[in-house]
Nanobody, 121 residues
Framework: QVHLVESGGGLVQAGGSLSVSCSAS????????LAWFRQAPGKEREFVAA????????FYADSVKGRFTISSEKYKDTVHLQMNSLKPDDTAVYYC??????????????WGQGTQVTVSS
């Protein structure tokens, strides 16, 4: 079992920055890395970004490329998502997620509880 806990988030004005973090525990050593997803009210959950634990490989949704940066602290089993130039459309609950195989990046087995990010216009 892998336990994920998000932190950070909050309220920011458009154009501002926020950071969210996710710490993994339990059998985190058996996972490939971490991914971030988000779900806005009335919309489906969507992939945002992902990173392997060694930090070598990163993946971003087109909607956040150039604005969001994902990074990992392998020995702390923690991943950070730095969000810059935020837009009202970025408002959502942000979830971190993972699994035992990178092939399951978009269909992870383990999820955090989510943290709210609200961008005001």
């Amino acid at each position: 079992q892998v336990h994920l806990v998000e932190s950070g988030g909050g309220l920011v004005q458009a154009g501002g920055s926020l950071s969210v973090s996710c710490s993994a525990s339990g059998r985190a050593f058996s996972t490939w890395g971490l991914a971030w997803f988000r779900q806005a009210p009335g919309k489906e959950r969507e992939f945002v970004a992902a990173i392997t634990w060694n930090g070598v490989s990163t993946f971003y949704a087109d909607s956040v490329k150039g604005r969001f940066t994902i990074s990992s602290e392998k020995y702390k089993d923690t991943v950070h998502l730095q969000m810059n130039s935020l837009k009202p459309d970025d408002t959502a609950v942000y979830y971190c997620a993972t699994g035992h195989s990178i092939e399951s990046m978009t269909t992870p087995e383990y999820w955090g509880q989510g943290t709210q990010v609200t961008v005001s216009s």
